[in-house]
Each structure stands twice: as structure tokens, then as C-alpha cells.
């Protein structure tokens, strides 16, 4: 009997799913071919040419039959190049050349010369040979240290496919990779600091209210005057990734295959800017086949960073509502709907006007009101209700350019937002997460702070959304002062930090 069988598997989304891979050898008149059925995608069909190079440059020839494979299930579309490994080793077994193969998962690009290179989604993978009690994954060595933080599976790095017949022959001589390799190595860059920023204590503290609760932050005001000095900071102040969020970091940048080879859990939050020139679907997500994540997605559990707001598609910057909202994106295609998460904090920086210098006391505007307005219109209303804070960056005045006080250092702010994020934790959510049958319990106002926000409401016109996002922002003030309850010093500002946009969007 020449049937065959060995087990790979695909990822699609973040999640990946077990692909059965049946190798058939029969005779034939005709010229010997390699036939690939179960809705292969391009890549999958051309691998019958590297796993015919490979086996022969390998030492093991090829069977003077035609061979016939198929991935179950075959209803799913198969893509990528990680099927190579187990369909030669189909071949092989197919061949006598190896045994049946049991309970093992096998992933991996083949070279010509049989040399196996590294695939996108190992720790997925892993993940799931694991739900499904599989002992044992064999993957690219480049692979090894991430697909072994996920516990409960062996894990096998092999470089070539000849190795990987002697795994199967003396499974006995290999070890599997150790866990303890799989922590990210420090990288021993240090991170900016904000100290180096002069100036700025306003827009300082309202991103270290911000940080506290994973709020969104918009910066408005002139070119130089350090609106991206700041943003890039911001990541310098959060709190270290958990194991849960750094699995799930790590998940994403697998899937995008933005892992550096040999690398296990990522350490640091992730930091995204992209340029204003991005697609949607850069974004967002998508392309052709399988969707594969965007920079929303990249930013899950860190910042994503808009430079230069207005100059963004409108129609890219739209898409942005689904996952501010609900930290996730869910890409719908003919053939499947996957869900990539996206809980990222939003930092946002533009200009006031094309010219940059609208409202600036000492360089004058040269923009008209009608300019001014179309530029400010690529900012729609909605979007920016789910940007929970407004902020004033002005130009740094000669004397604080030039003076000796540095202000707080990163560590000190990070150590204030630890604090807060840790009575946030014990309720369960980050304050910008406040679900809406806990708001009055947690945001619950004095008579004082009544009136403060109902005047507030009247004369800015504020939204709901808007409404519920100023009470979020108090609470999270209130948290980094430690105070029990949200007071109306609290709330004012907190109003301070959603009114900058009535001064140029009414």
C-alpha cells in the first residue's frame, strides 16, 4: 500500500487549524507529475518542484511513479509554503523510506537543496497542536524558540529535511527544545526618555493620564514643537507586557512574520507608525488570499502612532471606528471572516492648519478660513469622539528650550501610571474600558461635580460618547491621585482635555 499520511497545519487569522496531508504513489504511462489537490493556493502548487529538488539533492530520489497529495480538509484554502515538509515526508513514507508517523505535527519550507527555512504563525501552531494533544511539533530551527512558549508540546527545530528523516528513524537521539531558550533576549537599546523633552509639562501630563488609562490622545499645534518627541515616549511609560499580552503580541507578529529568527516571547510593547501614505487594507488588514493583520492589529497591547493626522485618507482613518471601539477587527471575505484583535492605545498628532502656524501667537497664518476648514474636515466628528483626549502642544518659549530643568523622567511617570493601572486591575478593566453598567458606580459625581459637567455638556455640546469618555478620563485622574471618588477638580480636567476641539472644529 503506497497511501501515506502525515499532519501540518494553516493559520488563519491568529488561530490556526490541524491540515491532514494523504501522499497516494501510483504507475503511469504517462510523464511522472506531482498533483496537489484540496484547494491549493500558488505557492502550495508550486512546491512540487522545491520537494522534488529537495529530496533528490537530499540523497532519497524521487519514486518513478506519479504522486498524488491531498490537504484535508478541502473545503479550506491552503497557502504559504509550510506545507513542503510534510508533504515530502508523505513522499518519503509513501516510499518505505520512514515509518508511519504519529501524533507529530510537521511545518516547514523546503530549499532546493532540502535545507528547511522558517514559517509564519509558528507559536499559533503550537497553540494549537496543544487544544488537540498532539505531543510533538516539528518546525524550522528559526521557529524552535517561539513555537516553545506554548507549553505541553515537544518541540523539534530541524534544518534540514534529511534531518528530519533521521528524527523519524531515531527519535530517541533528539531532544526537544528547551523552554527556558524561549524568553526574548534583552535587546539593550535604551528606550527615549521624556526628560529629554523640554517644555511641554501640560501635554507630559496628559499623556501620563493617558498611559494610566489606556485613553486615546490627539496633539494639536505647530511643526517643532515636539509632538513627536512625545509620542514616541509614550510606549517608555507603560507597564511591562503580562504573559497573556505578550502570547498575544507575539501571535500577531508571527502571523506577520515580523519575528526576528530565533526569537521567543516579545518583551516590549509595540510601537507603530506608519506613514500617511498607508492603504486600508495596511491598516486594517486584508490582501489578497488569507487577510493577514494590519498595523492595528501590530499595535494589539501597545501604540499605534498617526503622525500628521489630516494627511491620512479619510476613508483609511474611518475604518479606525471598529477597532477604537471594540479592540478587535473582523475582516469578512467570500470565503472565511476572521477576527484579528486590536487593543492599542491611539496617539495622534496634526497640525491646526496646513501651514501649521494657525493660533500661534508669534509666526503668522498664512491659510484662509475655507482652507483652514477643509483641512480640519478630514477629522470627522465621530472619530474624533472616540479620542478620548484633546491636547494643546504649543511652541517651546526660547528660556524653557534653553533651561537646566529637565522635568520628570520616564521612570517616575511610569511608576504613577503602575500605581493607577493597579486599582484598575483590581476592578477587572482599564478605565477606558469602564463598562457602561459600571459607570455610575465608579464615575459617580458630587453636587459640585453635577454642576461642572452639566455646564460643561450645555456649552461645548458634547456627544454621549463624548459625555461617557470625560467621566472615564476623571476617573483615571482620580486614580493617579489616589482619591476614592471622582471630584469636580477631577472632572474640570478632564472637560479641559475634550474642549480644544470646539476651538477649531465649531
Known amino acids: 500500500m503506497s497511501l501515506f499520511r502525515t499532519r501540518s497545519a494553516a493559520v488563519y487569522g491568529i488561530n490556526a487549524h490541524l491540515i491532514d496531508v494523504e501522499v497516494d504513489l501510483y504507475p503511469t504511462d504517462m510523464q511522472r507529475v506531482i498533483t496537489t489537490v484540496g484547494m ?37 484554502r491552503k497557502e504559504g509554503a509550510g506545507f513542503d515538509l510534510p508533504m515530502a515526508l508523505g513522499i518519503l ?20 537543496d532540502g535545507a528547511i527555512r522558517p514559517v509564519r504563525g509558528a507559536l499559533s501552531i503550537a497553540a494549537r497542536a496543544r487544544k488537540e494533544g498532539i505531543r ?52 539593550g537599546v535604551a528606550m527615549p526618555d521624556f526628560s529629554e523633552v523640554r517644555g511641554q509639562t501640560g501635554s507630559k501630563r496628559a499623556l501620563e493620564v493617558a498611559a494610566a488609562g489606556f485613553h486615546n490622545v490627539l496633539m494639536i499645534g ?32 508571527s502571523i ?4 526576528p529568527p530565533g526569537s521567543g516571547l516579545l518583551s516590549e510593547r509595540p510601537f507603530r507608525a506608519p506613514h500617511h501614505t498607508i492603504s486600508d487594507a495596511g491598516l486594517i488588514g486584508g490582501g489578497s488570499g488569507t487577510p493577514r493583520p494590519g498595523e492595528v492589529s501590530l499595535a494589539h497591547h501597545g501604540v499605534l502612532f498617526l503622525d500628521e493626522l489630516p494627511e491620512f485618507p479619510r476613508n483609511v482613518l474611518e475604518l479606525l471606528r471598529q477597532p477604537l471601539e471594540e479592540g478587535s477587527v473582523i475582516l469578512a471575505r467570500s470565503q472565511m471572516t476572521l477576527e484579528f484583535p486590536a487593543n492599542f492605545m491611539l496617539v495622534a498628532a496634526m497640525n491646526p492648519c496646513p501651514c501649521g502656524f494657525f493660533g500661534d501667537a508669534t509666526r503668522e497664518c498664512r491659510c484662509t478660513g475655507g482652507i483652514i476648514q477643509r483641512y480640519l474636515g478630514k477629522i470627522s466628528g465621530p472619530l474624533l469622539d472616540r479620542i478620548d483626549l484633546h491636547v494643546e502642544v504649543p511652541a517651546v518659549p526660547y528660556k524653557e528650550l534653553r533651561g537646566k530643568d529637565e522635568g520628570a523622567a520616564s521612570a517616575q ?12 486591575q483590581q476592578r477587572g478593566f482599564f478605565n477606558a474600558h469602564i463598562p457602561p ?21 450645555r456649552r461645548m455640546g458634547f456627544s454621549a460618547r463624548a459625555h461617557d469618555r470625560i467621566l472615564k478620563v476623571a ?19 478632564a472637560v479641559q482635555y475634550r474642549s480644544l476641539d470646539r476651538n477649531y472644529w465649531s
Open 437 to 457: 453598567t459600571e459607570m455610575r458606580k465608579l464615575c459617580a459625581l458630587d453636587d459640585a461635580g453635577e454642576r461642572t459637567l452639566e455646564l460643561a455638556v
Open 222 to 253: 505647530p511643526p517643532g514643537s515636539g509632538k513627536t518627541m512625545l509620542a514616541r515616549r509614550v510606549a517608555g511609560i507603560l507597564p511591562p507586557l503580562g504573559f497573556t499580552e505578550a502570547l498575544e503580541t507575539t501571535q500577531v507578529h
Open 136 to 187: 510533538n511539533l516539528v518546525v524550522p530551527l528559526e521557529n524552535a524558540a517561539e513555537a516553545a512558549v506554548a507549553d505541553g508540546v515537544s518541540v523539534f527545530g530541524l534544518r534540514h529535511l534529511a534531518e528530519a528523516v533521521q528524527f523519524l528513524r531515531n527519535p530517541e537521539k533528539f531532544t526537544p527544545y528547551s523552554p527556558a531558550k524561549a524568553a526574548a533576549p534583552e535587546t
Open 93 to 112: 513514507g509513501a516510499m518505505g523510506a520512514v515509518n508511519r508517523i504519529e501524533n507529530h505535527v510537521f511545518v516547514g519550507e523546503l530549499s532546493l
Open 256 to 259: 506577520a512574520g515580523l519575528l
Open 475 to 493: 476617573r483615571t485622574i482620580a486614580d493617579l491621585d489616589h482619591a476614592a471618588a471622582v471630584s469636580a477638580k477631577h472632572l474640570a480636567e
Open 413 to 424: 511617570i511610569r511608576a504613577r501610571v503602575l500605581a493607577a493601572r493597579e486599582i484598575q
Open 40 to 76: 491549493p493556493d500558488t505557492a502550495v502548487r508550486e512546491s512540487r518542484e522545491r520537494i522534488k529538488s529537495a529530496l533528490v539533492n537530499s540523497g532519497f530520489g524521487f519514486p518513478a511513479k506519479s504522486v498524488t497529495i491531498n490537504l484535508a480538509p478541502a473545503n479550506v
